[in-house]
Each structure stands twice: as C-alpha cells, then as structure tokens.
C-alpha cells in the first residue's frame, strides 16, 4: 500500500508543478516584458521580446567563430607565459621615480606630491648574476615587459602602462644588474599636473 501511496503523492506533486499550457499562457499574457527578459538579453539592442534581431543588428559579433578569445580581450603578455621553460625567474625591483625640481621642494608650485601619482618614470633592476650583455633579449610592451638570458626568464606585467618606445636599459657590469628606465604613459596627466 505505502508505495502506491507514494506513487499517488508523485503524481500529485508533478500535477501541481507543471500546471496546463493554457494556464501558463494566460500567465505570460500578464507578467511584464522587462520580467521576461533573461541573460541573453543582456547587451543586445532593444527589441521586442519574442523577436529576432536583424541581420544589421549593432551586437557584438566574432570575427572567428572557433577562437575562445578576441586579441583585443587577452592580457598584453600572456603568450609569454611558458610554463614547461625551467629557467628561473631572477630577482628584480620597481622603483618609481619623479623629477623633482628647488620649486617643487621649497615653493610646491607645480602640485606634485609623493604619491605614485606624480612619478614620471618606473625604473625596473634586475639582477642577473653569471650574465653578459650580449646574452640578453629584452621586449617592452605598453603593460609587460619581457626579459630572456640563457640562464634566466622575467615575464612582468608593469604596475602601471608605459612609453614602449621610449625607455632606455643599460647593463652595469660591477654589479650584474640590468637598470630599465621607462617612461609612464598617463593620458590624464596633462589635466592633472598642470
């Protein structure tokens, strides 16, 4: 008897569930379109629900249909992430630097302050015991900087965006230390430091 009962129950349960179409019909007939909306209405243009937008629709459409990932969505630097490459990372230092003149020591007429804000430049030193100049392979990127030795490999990504192409590096031999100066790229200084 008892598992006739729980049949009965199931069937009861499922019954008050899934009610008829026609109630869910009168339902949907009520309810508003903005509750209808789901996740992939997200970011599509305004159209009415229930309606396929057109071919010359504004959404966002991928140029290749395989790839997972736009060029433009991947971190600056992530190819060079080589996880099966056993050379080890060496030991490296930001210092961030500004150029500090008697009117901004004495007077503090141009608004800087000490803050990361008002530095003008990142200096990267890394040490490199065991190198020459001549084995090293520098790459600069606007958030990444990309440095390879036989002996050594230092994938960073930089706290803050620079001029590529404007940095300089020099190797100092008495110390086996490459000094990297890089100028910081900030749209909004002008407004700022003005």
Known sequence: MEVIASVHDLQALSALLSPNDEDEEEDLQKVKPVAKMGPGHIGSPAAPLGKKHSEGSTAYVKKNSKGIWDEDEVTEGAHFDDL???RPQPEYEIVLKQSVGTED??????RKDPSSMCCDSMLVRVKLPDTRASDLVLDVRETFLDLRTPKYKLGLHLPHPVHKHEGNARFIM????L???LPMNRP?????LT
């Not at 020591?105 to 141009?110: E, I, V």
């Not at 008495?174 to 230390?177: D, M």
């Not at 909004?188 to 700022?192: A, F, G, K, V």
Request: hydrophobic share 40%; glycine share 4%.
């Open 84 to 86: 099966a490459d056993p």
């Open 179 to 181: 000094e990297i100066t």
């Open 174 to 177: 008495e110390r086996e230390e």
């Open 188 to 192: 909004m200084d002008c407004i700022n």
């Open 105 to 110: 020591l004495f007077l503090g007429l141009s």
